[in-house]
């Protein structure tokens, strides 16, 4: 999870307390709009994650799935907004959950080749894979200010909607 803190935390606290006494409708509507501003941040990491190279994964299954995993979290809490951009081991399939991560690790990550299970583990044969590091992070990283602004935009229509 990468996170992408604004310099108006103070203006979000407020904004916060004001939502929750404001109609339900409207809380749904700043959750949107924060998904929306997240969005494109979501794209670009998934479009990273496709972009990796890969000599065996030429029908982009394994990519696929690894993009599967990235999305949008906006949750309300008491403190402020939350905008949370996730890859999720869980969405991966069974005895993958840790390759989202191991894909954006430099040092890759070891797995065996047509292991045997009658023997020990250490008579295997194991190969070291490389995936693409930072293809989470860059991404965000590099477009965090269009990001902030899209935020700003929706954090001050919300406002002006309240002051009305």
Same mark, same amino acid.
Do not use: C
């Given at each position: 999870?990468?996170?992408?803190?604004?310099?108006?935390?103070?203006?979000?606290?407020?904004?916060?307390?004001?939502?929750?006494?404001?109609?339900?409708?409207?809380?749904?509507?700043?959750?949107?709009?924060?998904?929306?501003?997240?969005?494109?941040?979501?794209?670009?990491?998934?479009?990273?994650?496709?972009?990796?190279?890969?000599?065996?994964?030429?029908? %982009?299954?394994?990519?696929?799935?690894?993009?599967?995993?990235? %999305?949008?979290?906006?949750?309300?809490?008491?403190?402020?907004?939350?905008?949370?951009?996730?890859?999720?081991?869980?969405?991966?399939?069974?005895?993958?959950?840790?390759?989202?991560?191991?894909?954006?690790?430099?040092?890759?990550?070891?797995?065996?080749? %047509?292991?045997?299970?009658?023997?020990?583990?250490?008579?295997?044969?194991?190969?070291?894979?490389?995936?693409?590091?930072?293809?989470?992070?860059?991404?965000?990283?590099?477009?965090?200010?269009?990001?902030?602004?899209?935020?700003?935009?929706?954090?001050?229509?919300?406002?002006?909607?309240?002051?009305?």
């Amino acid at each position: 999870m990468a996170r992408v803190k604004g310099d108006g935390p103070t203006k979000l606290k407020v904004l916060a307390a004001r939502l929750r006494e404001a109609d339900p409708k409207m809380r749904r509507e700043m959750r949107r709009k924060m998904a929306d501003a997240a969005d494109p941040l979501v794209r670009k990491v998934r479009r990273s994650v496709m972009d990796m190279h890969s000599e065996k994964d030429q029908d %982009y299954s394994f990519r696929s799935a690894l993009a599967g995993t990235v %999305y949008a979290s906006v949750t309300n809490r008491r403190t402020g907004v939350s905008v949370d951009i996730i890859s999720s081991g869980r969405r991966m399939p069974a005895g993958m959950q840790n390759l989202n991560a191991d894909t954006d690790r430099a040092r890759g990550w070891g797995h065996p080749v %047509y292991a045997d299970t009658s023997e020990s583990r250490r008579d295997w044969t194991w190969v070291r894979q490389w995936g693409k590091p930072g293809w989470f992070e860059k991404p965000i990283i590099a477009d965090h200010a269009e990001f902030k602004q899209a935020v700003q935009e929706a954090i001050d229509e919300v406002d002006r909607f309240l002051s009305d």
